[in-house]
C-alpha cells in the first residue's frame, strides 16, 4: 500500500503543489506583508533516546529554520514522552512535530493537526515492527511470549505498543475484556509475568540486552541504530508482523498558510547535500516526502483505533 502507484503518484503531485507554491510564498513580499508572522516557531521532537543526546541535534535544525525562516524566531522542545507535543499541538504551545505514526495520527484526529511530511529511511517509507529476544533465549514463536517479561517502548509508539498489542489482540494472545485502557492494562497484566514501557526503542533494547526483561517491541532496524556490534550480537529477532508507517513532520492547523509553505520548503531543503547530515543525524532519515494522513497512515489508523481507551491516555490533562 505505502509503495502503490497511487503513492507515487500522490507525492510526486505533492512537492509539484509544494515546489510551484513555495516559489510563490517564499518570493513574495505582499504575501510576507498581508500574513501573520507567528512570534515564535515551536518545533518538537520524540526522543527514540534520551533528551540530553537528542537535544544538540535538534539545535542544528533550529538554527537551520531560523536561517530559512526570515525573521521568525524558531524553539526546539525535546520531551521525555510523546504526549507533551499532542497536548502542544491542542492548545497551540507546539506548531510543529517530528512524531511517530501513532501519535501523529491521534493528533490529526484530536488536535487537527496536518501530517505533511514522511521520513524515508534506507529507501522505504515504512519499518516493519519486530519482536526481539535474547539470543540464547528458548522463546520460538509469539506464543511463548505469554507469563514472560516484556518491555514496550510507549504507549503511543507505532511499532513499540501499538502495532504489537493489535497483533497479540487479533491472535488471541491477549484478550482485553472491556472498552478502556484500565481493560487494556489488566490484560497486560494477566498476559505477561511483567511489563514495563521503557521510553523510546533504545531504552527497551537496553533492558533486553541486561537480562531485565525477555522481549523488546521496536522497528526492526533499532538495534543497529541503537546498539553496539557485541549488544547486537546478544538479541535476535523473534518476528517481524506487520508494516508501520515511518515517523512523520506534522504542523499545526493553525499555523498560517504562508509559513506552512515556507516551513514545509525549508524541511525539504534538507533533502540536498548541503543540509541532509541535519536530518539524518537527528532519527536517520534519509529524506522527507510530501504526504498527508490518508496517504501515508491509511489503514495503520484501524491498528491505533483498536486499543482500547488509548486515545484518553493521550489527550487526558496532566494530572487528570
Known sequence: MLQSKKTIVGASLAVLLVSVLGIYFANSEVADAISPKPSKLVVGFIPTEKAEELTP??????????????????EVVVPTSYEPLIEGMRFGHVQAAFMDTGAAWIAHEKAGAEIVLAEVVRGRVYYQATAFVRADSDIQTMDDIKGKRVAFTSWTGSSGFIRPAAMMQERGIMTVNGNDLVAVEQALRNTFNQYTFAGGYKAALKL????????????????????????????RVLE????????????????????????????????????????????????????DAKMHIGDFGRAINSIAGIESKITAPKGG
Open 57 to 74: 541535534k535538534a539545535q542544528q535544525l533550529e538554527k537551520y529554520l531560523e536561517s530559512k525562516l526570515r525573521n521568525v524566531n524558531v
Open 208 to 235: 533486553l540486552v541486561e537480562n531485565k526483561v525477555d522481549v523488546a517491541f521496536g522497528a526492526d532496524d533499532s538495534p543497529e541504530r541503537f546498539l553496539t556490534p557485541e549488544e547486537q550480537s546478544q538479541i
Open 240 to 291: 517481524k508482523y506487520g508494516k508501520v508507517p515511518s515517523h512523520v513532520f506534522i504542523v499545526s492547523n493553525e499555523l498560517h498558510p504562508v509559513y506552512k509553505i515556507k516551513l514545509i520548503k525549508a524541511m525539504i531543503g534538507l533533502n540536498y547535500a548541503a543540509n541532509n547530515q541535519i536530518l539524518q543525524q537527528l532519527y536517520g532519515a534519509e529524506a522527507l516526502v510530501p504526504t
